[in-house]
């Protein structure tokens, strides 16, 4: 599909763009990196499946290791701005019920059924509903809204026994890869402070790498999830459409968007990401075949550098590219097998078909919700124009990327003939996709064409998220798998991808990679 005369313009303003930002943002020396310091105490490096056993069977109290999570909150959240409302007290409540449990005796079997993630601190993106915190989104408007209910992913951790720590920072309305917004401000990369963690869950993703929690709730509508995981180093999963709930999220998705939105586990460890996801999705969880045994050498993996050669997105870094070769070569060697390279022509639109699905209409004929509606949130909708003015002199409460989201928003629905044809094109990369991954076959695909870029760059690339995005519109399960750190001492990795509800495939990959290269490393070490 050739490109439009106007979509060629616009590739070129972004290069001219993106290097004149670039060396703006050069211009000031960049100081040394600086990394939050490593934590003290042995508890906060457990899994939580190991945390949770330790609880049950009374090697440790459950106040111990609430309070362990306190503290190391309070050491580090002044560097990185994660957590942006805590719940400590409560928490410390919640603790000493469990410890009064564990007291009472029950047997460790029954306790491991019912509650497996018994006195384990959790944090929760606050785009979700967590009784009696904040549910803004970053929107100014929201700010003195309070959740009066959980959300129902976050209604079954909790019922399964985890402890809310508090809630994690986000981008405006859960739209732009980096977390920051007007009501919270900025959050900072754990092993860098001077880097974005992503968006939109990327206080999940800091407050994880910073061992400030073990496991986390996010929620992914073109890589919230899966980038923050990334720049940050940790495990994310990114289920098969529709599976997990994602009622109880501000925004919530309407039409078409409904089936792009996932909600999943994020987390340290791999070993914990099954776990979360069969208390997440609750009664769903039998699509996902989690019970069933994977044989590693019968997988079909399959490979993929990059997306073609997209003109809208940075070519990919390549210390990224060598660390997907190290995995090739790994699997190759340790299991025999033959890794398939694989070029598939349509993903080099990722970007341009990712907007187009997201804009499109319903199966109803229901048009896609606008963003600016959403930035007025149930007010009057938002003049981008007017806001970008306004923002021009400081007088917007709205952040510069939800304003030309905005704008944009509006350019995309001029060109009605061409989306409909992109619209076509992502149903016919679905089944693509679907017929090579088949039943056993696994994609190596790179996360994001950088790491974790330095604040604000994300303006000067912004269309680099289609290489999560593109996923979410196919409605392909996808695991981010952590591989060790690059030669500036930033978190590398690799999405894995396989056909739906295929999601056992691709977490028994992350556990057998987390084990080949180390997985999380710890902020701040060297």
Same mark, same amino acid.
């Given at each position: ?146 959740? $009066? !209910? ?17 809630? $994690? ?17 900025? +959050? ?73 939105? !996932? ?108 963003? $600016? ?25 709205? +952040? ?5 989201? #905005? ?110 290269? #180390? ?8």
């Amino acid at each position: 599909m050739a490109l439009s005369r106007a979509e060629r313009c616009l590739a070129l303003l972004l290069r001219l763009l993106s290097r004149a930002c670039l060396a703006l943002l050069g211009l000031a020396a960049p100081s040394p990196p600086r990394a939050v310091p490593p934590p003290r105490r042995s508890l906060l490096l457990l899994p939580a499946r190991q945390l949770a056993k330790r609880l049950r069977q009374r090697e440790v109290t459950c106040v111990e290791v609430v309070e362990a999570y306190i503290e190391r909150i309070k050491e580090v959240n002044p560097l990185i701005n994660a957590v942006v409302k805590d719940r400590f007290e409560e928490a410390l409540q919640e603790a000493r019920q469990v410890d009064k449990l564990l007291a009472e005796g029950p047997g460790d079997d029954y306790l491991e059924e019912k509650f497996p993630f018994l006195g384990v601190p959790i944090t929760v993106k606050e785009a979700f509903s967590l009784h009696g915190m904040p549910n803004t989104s970053g929107l100014v408007n929201r700010r003195d809204v309070i959740a $009066t !209910c959980d959300a129902t992913v976050v209604s079954r951790l909790k019922q399964a026994g985890a402890i809310p720590l508090g809630v $994690t920072n986000c981008s405006e309305l859960c739209m732009w890869y980096e977390s920051s917004n007007r009501v919270y401000g900025r +959050t900072n990369n754990p092993y860098d402070l001077q880097r974005i963690v992503g968006g939109s869950s990327g206080g999940e993703g800091g407050v994880l790498a910073a061992a400030c929690s073990v496991i986390g709730v996010g929620s992914d509508i073109g890589g919230s999830i899966r980038m923050p995981a990334f720049f940050n180093g940790v495990f994310g999963h990114k289920p098969t459409t529709g599976v997990v709930p994602n009622d109880g999220q501000f925004p919530i998705a309407q039409g078409a968007r409904t089936s792009f939105l !996932c909600t999943g586990p994020m987390c340290r460890y791999a070993e914990d990401l099954e776990p979360m996801l069969r208390v997440m999705a609750g009664p769903g969880v039998h699509k996902l075949k989690l019970n069933e045994k994977v044989s590693l050498e019968k997988i079909r993996f399959l490979c993929m550098d990059h997306d073609g050669g997209s003109v809208f997105v940075s070519p990919v870094d390549k210390e990224i590219l060598q660390a997907q070769k190290k995995v090739v070569e790994y699997l190759e060697r340790d299991l025999g097998v033959q890794v398939q390279r694989v070029s598939v022509h349509k993903m080099k639109y990722s970007f341009q078909i990712w907007s187009a699905m997201m804009s499109s209409k319903d199966s109803d004929g229901q048009d896609a919700q606008l963003f $600016t509606d959403l930035l007025g949130d149930h007010g009057k909708p938002v003049w981008p124009l007017w806001e970008l003015m306004k923002w021009l002199v400081g007088m917007s409460s709205h +952040t510069l990327p939800a304003i030309a989201l #905005g704008l944009t928003e509006k350019l995309v629905k001029l060109n009605r003939g061409a989306n409909a044809k992109l619209v076509s094109m992502g149903k016919s990369l679905q089944a693509e996709m679907e017929t090579l991954l088949g039943p056993d076959g696994v994609l190596l695909y790179p996360s994001h064409p950088t790491v974790a870029p330095r604040h604000h760059s994300p303006l000067c690339m912004p269309f680099n998220f289609a290489y999560t995005a593109i996923f979410n519109v196919l409605g392909l399960p996808v695991t981010q798998c952590p591989l060790g750190l690059s030669s500036e001492g930033l978190p590398l990795g690799i999405q894995l991808v396989a056909a739906s509800y295929n999601d056992h495939l691709t977490l028994a990959v992350a556990r057998y990679l987390e084990e080949a290269f #180390g997985g999380w490393v710890l902020p701040g070490k060297a």
